[in-house]
């Protein structure tokens, strides 16, 4: 205690406060003063810097597309216009005007930008994009298969015939890798677009698209619409593609694959084919590949194999001696070219007698255009036919071309002819014609004094 009281004996005492003479205020420290003078001119530094950009124009967001195009722009263009969200569009103040920088700022100028307006989207030199959109989107986002798919369904839809057939061209030209997206379409549309998604695979037609054609036409329920399947499978002529035909001839169990892969397979048929189906035929065990087989051969319109067929169906001389030589006799029927003819004019006339009916039956199923002439040369007696029999037959398949020059043979063969056979069949096929075809009997008229053996084309019913 003793020596505190010491210290603060020897302490030295704290000034007192000055005295304020006559009443006057506190005085102000000038140090204290440079802050808020400072924050002062701060402010009026960026009123004046923000009043002359607002002079200038407006402020703008930056958007890559607006740079692109101020930078590619001429520096002495017109003032510039600026694109605002509600499609208008009005000029912006360059940095050469030289309007007083005093005058107030347009009534019209662009509001300032909002939370929701502030992003670079909300200026745009377009109709702004739906939400979600990206720079490609429909038919556009897409490539490849799924591309032309896209367009043929489309083309469908608007019966843009050109479109389709373009589409078709586009499709089997990419081959095999659209064959997994076109079976996808024809076992979900079940339409329009279906058919010709098959015909597209049938024009590809190689083994890979034949055998997943077959095997989808089989899964695909029975109606209508697989009937229409069935006709455009049909129509695969890829020689490549034969033994995928006749695997599924022999193996099948559905009929729609069975007669479009023996439908296809007759159209194609050549002397290979030919010569496989014989050897199948002499060794099948099984009674219905024997059947299935010979259905095929009798069913043969390709021209190529005319000179399989004559030699298997023997000579003109003997009758068929199996199943498959009788195969043979009608398939020649179905391809109906003058060699085949002159083949079966002959066997007809080698024939005993009451043993040709089924070559008159045959002669007289000839549809084939290519047949015309010849049956026209038949039917107006050659030296190779006789009256009672080519003659006859020739005259009775002609019925099957309703032409001008037909219907004036036959008128002729009517009013001359002597025989009383050939007289009779010629009497039927006239009456056949004018009720199937009277379009027919105007244009004969005026060729009943021509030549009735010159070529010519049938008339399209």
């Known amino acids: 205690m003793k020596s505190t009281r010491h210290n603060r004996k020897n302490a030295t005492p704290s000034p007192a406060p000055a005295a304020n003479p006559q009443g006057r205020g506190k005085s102000f420290e000038w140090p204290l003063l440079a802050f808020p003078a400072a924050l002062l001119a701060t402010l009026v530094a960026l009123y004046v810097v923000n009043r002359s950009i607002q002079q200038q124009g407006p402020v703008r967001p930056v958007h890559s597309d607006a740079e692109s195009r101020t930078a ?36 019209n100028e662009r ?50 015939h050109a479109r389709i057939k373009q589409c078709l061209d586009d499709l089997v030209a990419l081959g095999d890798q659209v064959i997994a997206p076109l079976t996808q379409v024809i076992a979900r549309e079940q339409g329009e677009v279906g058919m010709w998604a098959t015909e597209a695979l049938a024009r590809i037609g190689s083994p890979l698209a034949t055998t997943t054609l077959l095997d989808t036409l089989a899964q695909i329920k029975e109606g209508q619409y697989k009937e229409e399947l069935g006709k455009r499978v049909a129509g695969i002529s890829n020689h490549e593609s034969w033994p995928v035909l006749l695997d599924n001839v022999l ?13 296809s397979l007759s159209r194609m048929a050549d002397t290979p084919i030919i ?17 299935r087989i010979a259905q095929v051969i009798s069913n043969i319109r390709s021209p190529k194999a005319t000179d399989s067929l004559i030699s298997l169906a023997g000579d003109v001389a003997s009758a068929p001696q199996d199943a498959l030589a009788k195969a043979a006799v009608d ?23 009451g043993e040709g009916g089924y070559l008159v039956n045959t002669i007289s199923q000839i549809k084939e255009p290519q047949a015309l002439d010849a049956l026209l040369y038949a039917a107006a007696g050659n030296k190779e036919v006789s009256a009672e029999n080519g003659q006859t037959a020739a005259i009775y ?15 002729q063969i009517v009013a001359t002819e002597e025989n009383a056979r050939v007289t009779a069949a010629a009497t039927r096929t006239l009456d056949d014609l004018r009720r199937t075809s009277p379009h027919i009997v105007a244009n004969a008229q005026s060729l009943v004094k021509k030549d009735p053996y010159a070529p010519t084309e049938p008339i399209k019913k």
């Open 397 to 411: 398949a002609l019925r099957n071309f309703p032409d001008a020059k037909t219907y004036a043979l036959l008128e």
């Open 111 to 160: 509001p300032a930008l909002t939370q929701e307006n502030e992003r670079p989207e909300a200026v745009t030199h377009g109709p702004v994009p739906q939400k979600g959109s990206g720079p490609r989107t429909g038919l556009q986002a897409m490539d490849g298969p799924g591309r032309i798919i896209a367009i043929l369904q489309e083309a469908v839809q608007e019966k843009d």
């Open 251 to 263: 193996n099948t169990a559905d009929s729609t694959v069975l007669r479009a892969a023996g439908e």
């Open 331 to 353: 398939g020649l029927g179905k391809i109906g070219d003058p060699q085949a003819i002159s083949y079966l004019m002959r066997k007809l006339e080698a024939a005993p007698p």
């Open 275 to 291: 010569d496989e189906l014989i050897a199948r035929f002499d060794g099948a065990t099984d009674a219905r590949d024997t059947e």
């Open 72 to 107: 590619r722009a001429p520096a002495a263009k017109a003032p510039d216009l600026t694109a605002v969200a509600d499609g208008t569009k009005r000029a912006s103040k360059t940095r050469f005007d030289t309007e007083p920088q005093d005058k107030p700022p347009q009534t």
